[in-house]
């Protein structure tokens, strides 16, 4: 396959924009990111992140050229490109999304137009075309085809490039059924999107095909790759190290124990969200009381039995 390297001038950033925006707004209402700013943070040698509205991007760059991970929102495309390119003036040459969700798919067919190619699961692929529909019942907006990743892999999958490897792993069913860890060994990062946050509870989309025993797991997964130095990346929150994944994993185990116990004692939903089960956690835990409620209901719905 051969990318075409595309040069991204003052001309190309402003029609970038305009199809930035246009390609939002056809899936929700669109937020005001005119005072977005990308803040770039250099992890390793050739590894940076970049955060600005949405999950948090990786770049690996190098002679090869670029490679990404995730790309937040459509209308942020023009002020990412432009933070990369104070990186470096190499190609993006590929873009990996680590889940569905729009905070990390929402510039898929902008950068698809520079060139670039997107590679994620199958899973997610499928989810882009086939949206699920909203809480509120109303169907889901199909992804552009050109958002639509065009290589897709399942289980693993390995990139050398930049004289490095980079290897994708499918973590299933966790925040997502389409979720992909990105390690990247010599820099000793890696990038989990949105099955592992440090900030907030967890959350698990159980309408795109999430479950707790497989974010569990995914954890797991995590937690095995991570050295004693290495740098996790969240989709959202601080770099952290492997004994606050591992802190973040009991937690969820000990919060699900005590949803259990009330469940098995025949509680309601309600009655669960009275008794305040993640307690003990909530001072150690930036949230909201929307997002704790979140996790303990999504909790009551993997724990209830089924019908």
Request: a neutral charge.
């Amino acid at each position: 396959m051969k990318i075409k390297s595309v040069s991204l001038g003052r001309a190309m950033l402003v029609a970038f924009a305009v199809l930035a925006v246009s390609t939002y707004s056809r899936g929700q209402a669109q937020p005001d990111f005119s005072k977005v700013e990308i803040k770039t943070t250099k992890l390793a040698n050739n590894f940076y992140t970049l955060d600005g509205q949405g999950g948090t991007i990786g770049v690996q760059v190098g002679p090869d050229g670029i490679f990404m991970v995730d790309d937040q929102f459509a209308p942020l495309s023009p002020k990412i490109a432009a933070a990369i390119k104070q990186i470096s003036n190499a190609p993006i040459r590929f873009l990996v999304n680590t889940h569905v969700h729009g905070d990390h798919t929402g510039g898929n067919e902008n950068f698809a137009k520079m060139g670039t190619v997107i590679i994620a699961r199958n899973e997610l692929r499928d989810r882009l075309a086939h949206p699920a529909p909203a809480a509120n019942g109303t169907p889901g907006v199909p992804a552009p085809a050109g958002a639509l990743p065009v290589v897709t892999y399942e289980g693993r999958l390995t990139f050398h490039m930049n004289g490095e490897e980079i290897r994708l792993v499918a973590i299933p069913r966790a925040h997502t059924d389409g979720d992909t860890l990105v390690f990247f060994p010599a820099s000793d990062v890696i990038m989990c999107g949105d099955f592992f946050r440090s900030i907030q509870y967890p959350n698990i989309d159980r309408a795109n095909g999430g479950s707790l025993n497989g974010m569990i797991d995914g954890l797991g997964v995590l937690v095995g790759l991570a050295g004693p130095n290495t740098k996790i990346v969240p989709g959202h929150g601080p770099v952290v190290g492997r004994a606050e994944v591992m802190a973040h994993r009991d937690m969820i185990l000990a919060i699900r124990d005590r949803v259990a116990q009330l469940v098995a004692q025949g509680k309601t939903q309600d009655e669960v969200l009275a008794a305040h089960p993640t307690a003990d956690f909530d001072a150690r835990v930036p949230n909201s009381k929307e997002t704790t409620e979140r996790f303990v209901t999504q909790l009551y719905a993997e724990l209830k039995p089924a019908k």
